[in-house]
T-cell receptor
Framework: SQQGEEDPQALSIQEGENATMNCSYK?????LQWYRQNSGRGLVHLIL?????REKHSGRLRVTLDTSKKSSSLLITASRAADTASYFC??????FGKGTRLHILP | NAGVTQTPKFQVLKTGQSMTLQCAQD?????MSWYRQDPGMGLRLIHY???????DQGEVPNGYNVSRSTTEDFPLRLLSAAPSQTSVYFC??????????????FGEGSRLTVL
């Protein structure tokens, strides 16, 4: 079964707002990764957080990891139209969740 | 660099036909994998390889074969196509990270329809 599960399944926000999506997983991990997929394209790696890290930043992205709760969150600040995409979390064994579809409204 | 290259991009098969989806990477990555993506199901791991000569099954391996004779290539074979194999297939590669896959680099996908 799939290791990661994202929540919510879909999210619509106004441009400029922050978007938060969550990921839960089932077993112990060495790292957790977030990916973006634009419609009809391959996935693009966004950020990797290791199991001994609690928070990581990359530009407008902020990822947190709580290994005790087996959960992670991805925050996109000051959203832009170009952020419209599906976002997936993945564990180090290569298991992906079903994704969160993010739609940025103009 | 080309990264991860998948061919063909589109394919239509009849039930029972066989075919091979090709995947090649030029980044000298040891880890390679195949996923299928279906609406509402996310990505599911079919097979993966941690190096030449080594392959293993993922979550949904039935109906698919793989081999890894070189570091660069990781073809996926459908032995007898079924309509349930209609999907978008993605190949990905990475340097191995502790305990599993590192940052995955994806191809652009191969869209397969089985009639």
């Amino acid at each position: 079964s799939q290791q990661g599960e994202e929540d919510p399944q879909a999210l619509s926000i106004q441009e400029g707002e922050n978007a938060t999506m969550n990921c839960s997983y089932k077993t112990s991990i060495n790292n957790l990764q977030w990916y973006r997929q634009n419609s009809g394209r391959g996935l693009v790696h966004l950020i990797l957080i290791r199991s001994n890290e609690r928070e990581k930043h990359s530009g407008r992205l902020r990822v947190t990891l709580d290994t005790s709760k087996k959960s992670s969150s991805l925050l996109i600040t000051a959203s832009r139209a170009a952020d419209t995409a599906s976002y997936f979390c993945a564990t180090d064994v290569g298991s992906f969740g079903k994704g969160t579809r993010l739609h940025i409204l103009p | 660099n080309a990264g991860v290259t998948q061919t063909p991009k589109f394919q239509v098969l009849k039930t029972g036909q066989s075919m091979t989806l090709q995947c090649a990477q030029d980044m000298n990555h040891e880890y390679m994998s195949w996923y299928r993506q279906d609406p509402g199901m996310g990505l599911r791991l079919i097979h993966y390889s941690v190096g030449a000569g080594i392959t293993d099954q993922g979550e949904v391996p039935n109906g698919y074969n793989v081999s890894r004779s070189t570091t660069e290539d990781f073809p996926l074979r459908l032995l007898s196509a079924a309509p349930s194999q209609t999907s978008v297939y993605f190949c990905a590669s990475s340097y191995p990270a502790q305990g599993g896959a590192g940052e995955l680099f994806f191809g652009e996908g191969s869209r397969l329809t089985v009639l």
